[in-house]
């Protein structure tokens, strides 16, 4: 069983556990230093690094403790600072960066050189520092790290390390670039133990990245692409023989295909306005499916046209069981009823489907008859529902 804890909760804890590690009354016996290594580091787990350090000054037994560390987090937000700064104010944020940074530094240069879980890592990227997150990236490598979380928030574009995209021991890799300066990916990501990749701001459309880039995570079970910027002419392939789960979420609308192997596929996700998704073989794996279709601010084509492609997307996967349409897909797909009817699809195995409406229409929101008859002609056991959410989510 996971248990989810919040930041704030997390921050509650730690407190709770310096203050009670650092009570000085003798009348009080104390038993968590008295427990095994292992697990007092599974307790200092919970604690963001700098927390974890903090510790050494409780007493000789805690002292060496933190240098054995298998999680690593580096949070920049968090860091404790002598004063409360202004983010705009170039100055301070750069005096608070020198002092991050210097952490990290030492961190990593008293460490123990054991194997490494976990490193997690939020953080301004300026030229100045970029050594230091390449240090850390290949230090994390070295140490043959099974989990690694970076989110950048950069105005420049951070080249990572070449020994960072062939990592053997990476398992989990979560990757998030920012708004404003999209992650610049390699021709080939050769990682043969990763089963779950996480990748946020990016674009496939450079002339550094071939369309198979992925194809070198033989292992990849989970596969989450978020704001793609653009998909590249030469369009995009994922070919991934034990895949199961796939999001993909586009920013822009864009005219390359989308090719997809994934015999194991059951789950797929997507949000935004889609280029044209194409599957060599129509996966009759494929159980549940969720399609947020936007409307774009502006058609490069005929809103027919957009339309039209949007039917076809949506009957590469007729072979689901499960359906989960966005209340703006529903709008896309209703601007031309006509459309619906001229292309009818077959959904021989769809059992549920589920409508979702943000929580500020759910009022005013009708089903339209033509959807309706669209998916119910095709099955005579489904059931349709309504499930409202935030706009946040």
């Keep these: 069983m996971r248990c989810m804890v919040s930041k704030g909760q997390m921050e509650d804890f730690s407190d709770m556990l310096l ?39 409780l007493s000789k037994r805690w002292k060496p403790l933190w240098q054995s560390l298998p999680n690593l987090v580096f949070d920049f937000d968090t860091f404790p600072f002598q004063q409360e700064i202004d983010d705009e104010d170039q100055e301070e944020v750069e005096m608070k960066m020198c002092s991050f940074s210097n952490f990290i530094r030492q961190v990593l240069f008293r460490r123990c050189p054991t194997d490494l879980v976990k490193v997690c890592v939020q953080s301004h990227i300026y030229d100045p520092h970029c050594f230091l997150v390449d ?59 990763l089963k779950s990749l996480h990748l946020s701001h990016f674009s496939t459309a450079g002339p550094n990245f071939e369309p198979t880039a992925f194809s070198g995570c033989l ?30 979420s586009f920013a822009f609308l864009g005219d390359g295909k989308v090719e997809i192997y994934a015999p194991r596929l059951t789950t797929f996700k997507y949000s ?26 502006r058609f490069r084509h005929s809103e027919g046209e957009y339309v039209l492609r949007s039917i076809n997307t949506l009957s590469e996967f007729r072979h689901a069981k499960s359906l989960t349409l966005s209340s703006s897909t529903v709008q896309v797909l209703t601007k031309f009823p006509s ?47 309504m499930d409202s959410f935030e706009d946040s989510q």
């Design 272 to 297: 935004g306005t889609p280029p044209i998704v194409c599957l060599t073989d129509h996966l009759a794996s494929v159980d549940n499916v969720y399609f947020d279709i936007k409307t774009p601010p």
């Design 19 to 57: 203050f009670t590690l650092g009570r000085r009354n003798m009348t009080i016996e104390d038993r968590i230093s008295k427990l095994p290594d292992g697990l007092l580091l599974k307790i200092m787990s919970f604690l963001n690094t700098k927390q974890a350090v903090q510790t050494c000054v």
């Design 339 to 385: 459309l619906l009817d001229q292309n009818p699809l077959s959904f021989a195995n769809l059992k549920h489907m589920k409508i979702k409406v943000k929580k500020w229409e759910r009022d005013r929101f009708e089903m339209p008859a033509c959807i309706l008859n669209y998916f119910f002609n095709n099955s005579a056991i489904l059931r349709i529902w």
């Design 219 to 248: 292992n990849l079970e989970t596969l989450q692409l978020f704001d793609i910027l653009a998909v590249g002419s030469e369009g995009l392939c994922i070919d991934a023989l034990k895949l199961t789960s796939l999001v993909l």
């Design 135 to 193: 240090g850390l990236l290949c230090y994390a490598v070295k140490h043959n790290v099974q989990q690694l979380t970076f989110h950048s928030r950069s105005d420049c574009q951070y080249l990572f390390p070449e020994s960072f995209w062939t990592c053997q021991s990476l398992t989990s890799l979560e990757l998030k670039g920012s708004d404003w300066m999209p992650m610049k990916l390699p021709t080939l990501l050769a990682c043969p133990a």
